[in-house]
């Protein structure tokens, strides 16, 4: 029963890094994005 309690301490603490790391990944990707953009209207 312990093992259930430490999994959800872990979830817990890897939930904001993923969370971070999937915010990174959507601001580079909008960024590339953006750059597409502008090198296709230039």
Known sequence: MGSS???LALIKQIQ???SG???VLAGV???LGLIG???TFS
Do not use: N
């Open 5 to 7: 309690d430490a999994d």
């Open 16 to 18: 904001p890094v993923v």
């Open 37 to 39: 953009a502008l090198a």
């Open 21 to 23: 790391i999937g915010g």
């Open 29 to 31: 990707g909008a960024l």
